[in-house]
């Protein structure tokens, strides 16, 4: 059985010696009837934390982050530095303003000190020192592609001594990137509420469960079929999609557990007889299908297909397209909120890879989104979901007026969740719902613009220490009295990956999009600068 052996307090690095582990704990089996009735006990416990905890600021409390991208293995080897994703949710640490919260963050492998400096020297009105005695740094030291919270349930000693930093169970959850059994069977053996969607209650997180959801909502859908399941399926769905629509250039495939589209595919249907349709796409397809994920090939993909399942549908024409989104959240009380919409950028081949997003959406449809999004997430609620949602759209313009066609639902944080929650912490603001807006204290709004894939390979070789030099000496960091400036995040992708996320805070979207282009215009010059190091340690590299 593997194990860590040491418990980070702070940044201090400071040891706790650590009691013989002994089975002592007499803990349902996974999956269990008996673990889903614990399971759902612990979470009537949310209930009264949300009740008496969440808005009293003073309230003692403690949050337990497990920042796992429980995901298939198939799809995080896809995603470029995938194993410092788990730095995203990294904003919990704004948590620590509340004078009274302890925050217990674990990852695979231990977060550069730099790291967790810049972002505590971020905490508006809080001594650095007082929030790193209230924060507990936990690390696997392990850097396997698995999900972090599989490598946590094998590690019964990291699992006592989370337990064992926890003050008080009663005023503790945990929260998490997204929920599958894999987090029910930690919560259980936390002992804590899991503040996130119930596993059971997950398929309206797939592009099948979505796509019945928004029929039920009464949101249009782009035409397709859902519960696609095999190479036949497949065929059967697109030859049906070009019979009814012979003028059909392009259809979309879908794998129903892809994240930020790369378990996407476009299938080119043109040039398609009229006659004999599904022998030709049977013929075809292997051909045709292009995957937006760099490094897939038609039998892996046909293979997920198959264990996964997923959806197929048209692909949506429009001169005037965008991709907008509503984030929305139901309470363990039951209630539906809207928190955010954004305008997505996307990448990638044909368009379908999430890169970035802008706040607030565009004002034009905005409010449509907004109620779309209501809608949805009552629908969800009546599931008995409970936690963060997002709906992501296509929308095309058609003369005066925008059409908008529900494509996705995700039950879990996601590109656009942590921007938004580190602009709420960094500037007490709140959303405006009747404007789609953000308001901060003093009055005003703000916007701004993030992305997740700020990629040079220039940057290679740039250290945190670097990247905070670079941000100060050109007057690129945030300030708390402006509330504007720049908030960065995947910091230790930077050096290996060249990779890097980039949160833009002004006061309006343009502005927002002038401090990006301006940020990455710096980072891009000072990497040049570096470049001749680089090029004279080539030397070593051909020599070696």
């Given at each position: 059985m593997r194990d860590s052996d040491v418990l980070q307090v702070g940044s201090l690095g400071l040891h706790h010696p650590v009691e013989p582990f002994s089975r002592s704990l007499d803990l349902p089996p996974p999956m269990s009837p008996e673990e889903k009735e614990v399971f759902r006990k612990l979470q009537a416990q949310l209930k009264t934390q949300f009740r008496d905890i969440f808005p009293n600021p003073r309230a003692p409390r403690c949050v337990v982050v497990v920042p796992s991208l429980s995901i298939s293995a198939d799809l995080l080897a896809k995603i470029s530095g995938v194993q410092y994703y788990e730095e995203r949710m990294l904003f919990a640490l704004m948590l620590l303003r509340l004078p009274r919260t302890r925050l217990i963050y674990v990852t695979s492998q231990a977060i550069a000190p730099s790291i967790i400096d810049y972002y505590l020297n971020l905490l508006p009105g809080v001594p650095m020192n007082h929030a790193r005695a209230r924060l507990t740094l936990l690390s696997c030291f392990d850097t396997a592609p698995e999900p972090l919270t599989l490598k946590i349930?094998?590690?019964?000693?990291?699992?006592r001594r989370i337990r064992d930093a926890i003050p008080d169970p009663a005023s503790c959850h945990l929260t998490v990137f997204n929920a599958t059994k894999l987090e029910r069977t930690l919560a259980v053996r936390l002992g804590i509420p899991l503040y996130a969607c119930d596993p059971g209650h997950c398929r309206a997180g797939t592009k099948s469960g979505s796509r019945e959801v928004f029929r039920e909502a009464g949101i249009a859908v782009p035409p397709g079929f859902e519960n696609v399941h095999s190479v036949d399926d497949i065929v059967d769905a697109l030859a049906e999609l070009k019979t009814r629509d012979p003028a059909l250039q392009k259809a979309v495939v879908k794998l129903d557990e892809g994240v930020s589209g790369e378990g996407n595919a476009v299938v080119d249907l043109s040039n398609a007889p009229r006659t004999g349709v599904r022998d030709w796409v049977a013929s075809e397809l292997p051909k045709r299908i292009r995957f937006e994920a760099s490094g897939e090939s038609w039998p892996t993909f046909s293979a997920?297909?198959?264990?996964?399942?997923?959806?197929?549908?048209?692909?949506?024409?429009?001169?005037?397209?965008?991709?907008?989104?509503?984030?929305g959240r139901i309470t363990p009380l039951g209630e539906v909120a809207v928190v955010?919409?954004?305008?997505?950028?996307?990448?990638?081949?044909?368009g379908q890879v999430f890169l970035g997003c802008s706040f607030p959406a565009d004002e034009a449809y905005r409010l449509e989104i907004q109620e779309a999004g209501r809608l949805i997430g009552d629908i969800l609620c009546d599931q008995g979901v409970t936690g963060r949602f997002g709906v992501d759209f296509i929308s095309v313009k058609e003369a005066d007026t925008w059409r908008h066609l529900a494509i996705e639902i995700n039950l879990r944080k996601g590109g656009t969740t942590h921007p938004f929650l580190m602009l709420q912490f960094l500037t007490d603001g709140h959303f405006d719902i009747r404007t789609g807006l953000y308001q901060h204290p003093s009055g005003g709004s703000l916007a701004y613009y993030a992305s997740d894939n700020v990629v040079n390979p220039l940057y290679r070789g740039f250290t945190p220490a670097d990247l905070t030099d670079i941000a100060v000496n050109h007057r690129l960091h945030f300030n708390s009295a402006t509330r504007q400036g720049v908030v960065f995040h995947l910091i230790g992708a930077l050096s290996e990956f060249g990779k890097l996320g980039v949160l833009c805070i002004s006061d309006t979207a343009?502005?927002?999009?002038?401090?990006?282009?301006?940020?990455?215009?710096v980072l891009d010059r000072e990497a040049l600068a570096q470049e001749e190091a680089r090029s004279y340690c080539s030397v070593f590299r051909e020599r070696a």
């Open positions: 349930l094998e590690r019964p000693r990291l699992i997920q297909m198959s264990r996964m399942g997923g959806v197929v549908e048209t692909w949506v024409e429009g001169k005037n397209k965008r991709s907008p989104s509503m984030q955010s919409t954004h305008d997505q950028v996307l990448g990638g081949p044909n343009e502005n927002a999009w002038q401090l990006y282009r301006d940020t990455v215009e």
